[in-house]
């Protein structure tokens, strides 16, 4: 056999490995006449295989069950998580907030530290991120995987960076993931918040078996992550997918991102928040004080309807341009109650360009913040098993 046909073998093997670790981990599969049914590959193969992820601690065998894919008259033997394997260490930053968790490589966390941020400089924010990752790092024995940092973009996945998000503590091309990695000798990834929540709706979420979704997030600002062919949309560097800035009034409010009338000035919450307070006279601070308020009073309900009109319009254009089949809604939007649903979901299907040939669903995400969706392990499982 020739060095090239053994490299390839090589090649073909560590690809099935992987394929057979995505199903056991993000599929539930769990025996091994299903992992054949599901890959393709023969019993004999899967066997070996599996063997293989036995012996190094990635998987073990668990007690016989019945299950749909029993033979008759035999009980398949369950194949789990090593209860040695890898861990994964995710630290989600948001403008306030700090969590840093330790998890299994079935997201199951195994400790969660969340500590407040406020007023911080590079270094204390620095500071606080490794004393909680000490803490966790050290919490058990099993190797880890990889450390996933989620941020608000914009950041460079590609080199590591967090570019310069707004309201961020002064962070400017700031290369964390250096940082570190140089500090734990563990691999070190990024990620901006809206990409880490689609593709921890795509892992674990209602993006599971959808191809094509966008995911939404709009809280103080507008996140946005973009599945398209069951894959992540990078761009070049995993900056994209920026839809809260794309214009929807060439007149309207200057933008902190030097554009004029983007999406994201109208519908973030502080935007509609201030325009309830003003129209009604309140005080509202938090988005679901202004739903309860809509609920009870139809001028309130009105103004509602019309101010998801700049919502509806962002959406059609981002429909229209990648054609996907459905919207992952998080954030404070994914609170509003079905009827407002029902009218975003009509009004796109009624304006987008390929209206009446095949419908857009909109749904609410069920991982509904950057915070709950444990999006950084899911991009370090994104690069471990080659997704
Ligand atoms: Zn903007």
Same mark, same amino acid.
């Given at each position: ?9 090589? +090649? ?5 490995? %992987? ?12 025996? =091994? ?43 398949? *033997? @369950? ?9 994964? *260490?995710?630290?989600?930053? $948001? =403008? ?5 968790? =330790?998890?299994?490589? &079935? ?7 969340? *500590?407040?941020?406020? $007023? ?19 919490? /058990?024995? %099993?190797?880890?995987? $990889? ?37 734990? &000798? ?18 674990? $979420? /209602? !993006?599971?078996? *959808?191809?094509?979704?966008? @995911? ?18 990078? !761009? ?33 919450? %502080?935007?509609?928040?201030? /325009?309830?307070?003003?129209?009604? !006279? ?50 404070? @939007? ?19 360009? +390929?209206?009446?040939? &095949? =419908? ?28």
């Amino acid at each position: 056999m020739t060095k090239n046909n053994i490299k390839s073998g090589q +090649l073909v093997k560590e690809q099935h490995l %992987n394929t057979l670790l995505r199903h056991l981990i993000l599929d539930d599969c769990t025996t =091994r006449i299903g992992l054949a049914k599901k890959t393709g590959l023969t019993k004999m193969t899967v066997t070996n295989l599996v063997n293989e992820l036995i012996q190094n601690k990635l998987i073990c065998e668990t007690g016989t069950q019945e299950s749909k894919d029993s033979l008759p008259g035999r009980r398949p *033997i @369950y194949l789990v998580v090593h209860p040695e394997a890898p861990h994964i *260490i995710d630290v989600t930053i $948001g =403008r306030d907030f700090l969590s840093v968790s =330790r998890v299994d490589m &079935k997201l199951n966390i195994i400790i969660q530290q969340k *500590i407040k941020l406020s $007023g911080e400089n590079l270094q204390s924010f620095l500071h606080k991120i490794e004393s909680e990752l000490e803490y966790v790092i050290r919490y /058990k024995p %099993n190797d880890i995987l $990889g450390i996933g940092v989620v941020t608000p973009g914009p950041v460079d996945a590609e080199n590591g960076l967090i570019i310069n998000p707004p309201n961020f503590f002064g962070i400017n091309n700031f290369n964390v993931c250096r940082y570190l990695k140089d500090k734990f &000798k563990i691999p070190t990834y990024i990620q901006k918040d809206g990409n880490a929540c689609a593709l921890a709706e795509q892992m674990y $979420g /209602k !993006g599971k078996n *959808i191809g094509d979704f966008i @995911y939404f997030l709009a809280t103080q600002g507008v996140g946005v992550g973009i599945i398209t062919n069951h894959r992540l949309l990078n !761009g070049r560097r995993s900056s994209g997918a920026e839809i809260g800035h794309t214009c929807i009034d060439p007149n309207g409010e200057l933008c902190y991102c030097g554009n004029r009338g983007c999406l994201e000035t109208f519908i973030n919450q %502080n935007a509609v928040l201030a /325009k309830f307070n003003a129209a009604f !006279g309140k005080d509202f601070t938090d988005f679901s004080q202004l739903l309860a308020f809509c609920d009870a009073d139809a001028e309130g309900e009105k103004l509602l309807f019309r101010s998801l009109d700049h919502l509806i319009i962002g959406l059609i254009n981002a429909v229209n341009i990648l054609d996907c089949e459905a919207i992952i809604i998080g954030g404070v @939007y994914a609170q509003l109650s079905d009827k407002y649903f029902a009218y975003i979901e009509s009004e796109i299907n009624n304006r987008i360009l +390929l209206s009446g040939y &095949k =419908r857009v669903q909109l749904m609410r995400a069920s991982i509904a913040s950057a915070q709950q969706a444990l999006g950084g392990a899911c991009t370090v499982l994104y690069h471990y098993l080659k997704l």
